[in-house]
């Protein structure tokens, strides 16, 4: 899936239908903070074009997930995070992504970030 679709939230919010707390924007991508963050920094970085997912990137959108990779590497600089960040992708129900339109998180803070997953209960042996 490709393009602007009016249903999803982060293309309104390209549109500018939507309001976004804007940190970065350029032809391709949007930077934003998170609504409800859950590090003391928690930027957004979406491609404008609709794509649902990871799982449906192609070798087509190759440059643009690169060019994704490096501004969260910049605005991380830019937002004082010099000890390091964590950079997240969810993807699809079991990634529990909540918001179907491709975006990176961006994390960090003063204090380190904890484990990965909260519980890794869930591993079978
Ligand atoms: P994910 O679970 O990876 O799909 O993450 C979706 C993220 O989008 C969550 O962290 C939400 O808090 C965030 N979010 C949802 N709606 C908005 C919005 N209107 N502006 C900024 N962040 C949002
Ligand atoms: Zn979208």
């Known amino acids: 899936m490709s393009g ?8 309104r919010i390209v549109a500018g239908e939507l309001p976004s707390n804007k940190v970065y ?7 934003f903070h998170d609504i409800r963050p859950a590090a003391p ?5 979406i491609p404008k074009l609709h794509l649902q ?12 997930l690169g060019k994704i990779m ?5 605005l991380a600089r830019a937002q ?6 964590r950079t997240i992708i969810n993807t699809g ?8 339109h491709l975006h990176a998180h961006i994390l960090g803070g003063p204090e380190p970030l904890g484990a990965m997953l909260p519980s890794q209960l869930h591993l079978k042996r």
């Open 80 to 85: 004082g995070l010099n000890d390091g960040f």
């Open 70 to 74: 490096l501004r969260c590497a910049e």
């Open 41 to 45: 920094v928690h930027l957004l970085v």
């Open 93 to 100: 129900p079991i990634g529990c992504q909540e918001v179907p």
């Open 53 to 64: 997912s990871l799982a449906q990137a192609r070798p087509e959108h190759e440059a643009m």
């Open 4 to 11: 602007t679709h009016s249903d999803c939230i982060f293309c």
């Open 25 to 31: 924007e350029d032809d391709d991508l949007l930077a």
